[in-house]
């Protein structure tokens, strides 16, 4: 297992605009938003520090569904490859793969190739999916797509460490299959497993490299937290795991328009203050997200939070 947050210190990343159209989250402005917006955004968190840009994952939204979901939700591979050529340091997170979607061997080629082509800055989020619609339509099993994640991530890095990868289990058997580009990242790609359900908890503990928690409040962070840490030492597992958080939304400075009410806004000592409860909880890293009103307003705020605030996370 590899863990790539620096030790003791806390980094942020955030999950791209446009890409996704959930109503939970996205902004007016990003429905008429273009491609080109979507490399300035990756662009920015380049230049402004941000540790990764996050792109989701659905193949496909049934209609019960869609006025609230959205039907547009980029695919993964293709949007981070995209911007792979467009950025230089920052790190690619599919937030997160359904992985059980598709055959490992296929998301192997994909997501290694990914990581072939970034220069190894790929950090594969994988999900069990919550749309059974999805799964019937790939003949996917729905019921059984926890076991199912639990035996791909087996069966990834099976894959992402040898070229001629073996695995024999209850849902996927491949041997004396090659698979040409490998990944840059000598043990492939840290997984990070997302998901706050007890069996995600479980999953990203005795699995993952890392955890992506999906909105837990604060209040429940430690408790989690402190389960991953029991079920790890159950299961005999020293290395270290990078441990995320979803911030509440932001506003860098006094807005000038109602933000909502969840939304942490003011000057930046005191959203740095706030955010490093989350470190203090045991999180090496926070998902961050702006409230603004067009492409211009949430670089920024991108470029404030990474000016002005994150120097203040570490204090």
Aim: proline content about 7%; hydrophobic content about 45%.
């Amino acid at each position: 297992m590899a863990r790539i947050l620096p030790e003791g210190r806390l980094v942020y990343g955030m999950q791209l605009p446009i890409q996704s159209l959930s109503t939970i989250y996205a902004e007016p402005w990003e429905t008429d938003a273009t491609p080109a917006d979507l490399v300035a955004v990756a662009q920015a968190a380049d230049r402004f520090g941000f540790a990764y840009i996050g792109s989701c994952d659905h193949v496909a939204i049934p209609h019960r569904l869609a006025e609230a979901m959205s039907t547009t939700w980029y695919d993964p591979v293709a949007t981070l490859a995209y911007l792979a050529a467009a950025t230089t340091n920052v790190r690619l997170l599919s937030h997160v793969a359904v992985t059980g979607l598709r055959h490992p061997l296929i998301s192997a080629k994909q997501y290694a190739t990914l990581d072939h082509l970034s220069g190894g800055r790929l950090i594969l989020g994988v999900g069990a999916g919550h749309v059974r619609e999805e799964f019937d339509a790939v003949g996917a099993d729905f019921e059984r797509r926890g076991p199912v994640l639990d035996e791909t991530i087996d069966a990834l890095k099976a894959a992402f460490a040898d070229e001629f990868p073996s695995h024999e289990g209850e849902f996927f058997s491949f041997d004396g299959l090659g698979q040409r580009p490998r990944p840059a990242q000598p043990a492939g790609p840290p997984v990070w497993v997302g998901g706050s359900a007890p069996a995600a908890v479980r999953r990203a503990a005795t699995k993952g490299d890392g955890w992506l928690p999906q909105g837990d409040p604060r209040d429940r962070m430690p408790q989690q937290i402190a389960r991953i840490r029991e079920l790890r030492e159950q299961a005999g597992i020293g290395a270290p795991i990078d441990i995320g958080a979803i911030a509440e939304p932001l506003y860098v400075g006094e807005a000038t328009w109602h933000v909502g009410r969840r939304t942490l806004h003011g000057k930046a000592d005191a959203l740095a203050e706030s955010l490093r409860e989350y470190h203090a909880m045991g999180v090496g890293q926070i998902q961050v997200r702006f409230r603004s009103r067009s492409l211009a307003e949430l670089i920024e705020q991108m470029e404030a939070f990474g000016t002005d605030v994150a120097p203040l996370l570490n204090d």
